[in-house]
């Protein structure tokens, strides 16, 4: 079994900066995909962004695209997702996400990773 247990949310003002990371336990993974999910109130889960297995691909929702940045350490089981000029539309609740082999390009639906996180509140004031 694998635990993803994300961290670092909160609340910050609009044009600010948070960093939040994913630890990894349980089953180590070789050549996956990881990736960050958003769902606000009301709204289905979306894509935020992802890194193949290298971390040489990463992949982002064109809303996000320029702001955040997504990375991994895999000798600590951890991912990152860095988040820069945050506005009032990125509130939301923050989910880790990982599949268990490479997605390749198919990174966007929620339905092909295997593993979530509880995920982390982060709220934007304006």
């Known amino acids: 079994q694998v635990q993803l247990v994300e961290s670092g949310g909160g609340l910050v003002q609009a044009g600010g900066s948070l960093r939040l990371s994913c630890a990894a336990s349980?089953?180590?993974?070789?050549?996956?995909?990881m990736g960050w999910f958003r769902q606000a109130p009301g709204k289905e889960r979306e894509f935020v962004a992802a890194i193949n297995w290298s971390g040489a691909n990463t992949y982002y929702a064109d809303s996000v695209k320029g702001r955040f940045t997504i990375s991994r350490d895999d000798a600590k089981n951890m991912v990152y997702l860095q988040m820069n000029s945050l506005n009032p539309d990125d509130t939301a609740v923050y989910y880790c996400?990982?599949?268990?082999?490479?997605?390749?390009?198919?990174?966007?639906?929620?339905?092909?990773?295997?593993?979530w996180g509880q995920g982390t509140q982060v709220t934007v004031s304006s």
């Open positions: 349980g089953r180590t993974f070789w050549r996956n995909t």
């Open positions: 996400a990982a599949s268990e082999r490479d997605l390749y390009s198919g990174v966007t639906p929620p339905g092909r990773y295997n593993y």
